[in-house]
């Protein structure tokens, strides 16, 4: 009979314990999610002004979408086999900081190509660089006035979907 150390007993399998089903499904609900907390808090700040609500709804909603399954495996990884709190900590950071991340870079990506943003001065040798300035200066704009789309619903939902999300990794 060979003996397991303690790290061999506890090991799991490196593929995401939640299956593909729930996590397209969470994708999908984080994204609904951010999309209401998007659309609730934009009609008391920008007073339902419906020449941007659609396109900003639909970009916080794909922001979600797309940090749901990252955020997953990395809590994922983070938490093997750890006890509920820990699982709790690292779903909750890795939600909130993945899903401000995806967010901003496509708020990024937008702001460079749908506004018209390359222009003559962006066609030189220096190009790659004034392109990441004007990206990262486009991830800072989105992260000071851009995430305070997300309060005061954004943060129920992160902790309800932290809470599910715990629980579905044990």
């Known amino acids: 009979m ?3 150390s303690k790290k061999n007993r506890h090991s799991r399998n490196p ?3 939640l ?5 397209v499904g969470g994708a999908f609900l984080w994204s609904a999610a951010m999309a209401l907390a998007m659309g ?3 009609l008391y700040w920008l007073d339902s002004e419906i020449n941007r609500y659609v396109p900003l709804v639909a970009l916080y909603a794909f922001g979600g979408f797309c940090a749901f399954p990252i955020s997953a495996l990395i809590a994922d990884k983070l938490s093997a086999g750890k006890m509920a709190q820990i699982r709790f900590s690292a779903v909750f950071v890795s939600l909130s900081v993945f899903t401000l991340g995806c967010t901003a870079l496509f708020f990024a990506i937008c702001f460079l190509y749908a506004n018209d943003y390359f222009n003559v001065w962006h066609h030189g040798r220096h190009w790659p660089l004034n392109v990441t300035i004007s990206g990262v200066s486009a991830v ?3 992260l000071v006035m851009g995430a305070r789309f ?4 954004g943060i129920v939902f992160l902790f309800v979907g932290s809470i599910w999300l715990a629980r579905a990794l044990r």
């Open 2 to 4: 060979q003996h397991l």
């Open 15 to 17: 593929a995401l314990s």
């Open 19 to 23: 299956g593909l089903g729930p996590l």
């Open 40 to 42: 609730t808090s934009e």
């Open 140 to 142: 800072y704009q989105f």
């Open 150 to 153: 997300f309060f005061p619903l």
